[in-house]
């Protein structure tokens, strides 16, 4: 970080965008009091890009995220923008081609308070991490052809987009319980033998981690089974696409999920998985969790407080626990109600 008074860029989007964003930054300026000195810096993005400035990643906005420590992003995009000549999704894949952001890192935790949402059964509390390769693998190979009887797909990776990706996959694991998974076919791919030797090398320079590998097919089985068996998934990108999915459903709850894009310098990236939702949008229903679980998840991760970060989750935990919920997960709260709750817990643990 090289300013003293951490720097943050805000694009709360479109539709539940800046509804919970505006809980998401409440939650932030309560727990900092007195702990953590920051500013924000207010930027249009996607639909409200397109709608202030004609585009959805303005110039300006750009300039923003890149001058600052991290960028918090709501939800973007929604049926105002169909027949948009720009869309607003767009602006996601510039922002992350522009900040290089190649490893977006997606938590799955079940705690205690979560477990009666969780469509399946755990003995012990589950909290991993998928670190997906973002930028690069099938959904950009090349050559990409399809006529009427034949198309072709082409999975590529290189020695260093894999062993950046591999890097963020360690260290994130130094900060939790000291365990990598590589996720691969390595029985069937050229590039998963790659991953192999690449990451086995990158392996060597984190002497306290324990280091493993497990098969895509049999790892979609152990999600479900016995998720506690995981602390860091490091994947390529279109198995981590499949296996987020397929975690962010164990949790029960779309509306609790934050997420993470980072590069190897610059300012990380941090949103909810969900989308804008325009469904209950301007209702005041819409869950803030996922988007306050994003701060507390730039609190670990870009300005190394994880004693905020940990305020922060428990806080969540207790409220959850008291039944003041969203509609989403069954309960009867709005959105302020509950970031209300959440704020009052934090001020309590003080
Ligand atoms: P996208 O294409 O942008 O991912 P989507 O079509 O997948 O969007 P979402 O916007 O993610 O859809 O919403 C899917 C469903 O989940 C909708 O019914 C929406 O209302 C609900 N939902 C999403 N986020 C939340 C939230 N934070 N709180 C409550 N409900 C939510
Ligand atoms: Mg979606």
Redesign the pocket.
Known sequence: MSHSIAKITVLPGD??GPE?MSAGLSVLKAVSEGEFDYQIDEQPFGGAGIDQKGDPLPQQTLESAKASDAVLLA????PKWDNAPKRP?RGLLAIRQDLNLFANIRPTAISQAMQKYSPIKQVAPVDFVIVRELTSGIYFGKPREIDDHHAIDTMCYTDEEIRRVAKVAFEMAEKRRQHVTLVDKANVLATSNLWRRIVEDVSADYPTITYDTKYVDATAMKIISAPEQFDVILTENMFGDILSDESAEITGS??TIPSMSRGTTGPALYE?????????AGQG???????INSVALMMRHSFNRPDLADDIADSVDAVIESGIV???LGGGSTTDQVTSAIINKIRERR
């Open positions: 539709y539940i919970i939800a973007i995009g929604g999704e779309l509306g909810p998985i969900h989308g804008s939702a325009p469904d209950i229903i819409a869950n803030p969790l996922s988007m969203t509609p989403d």
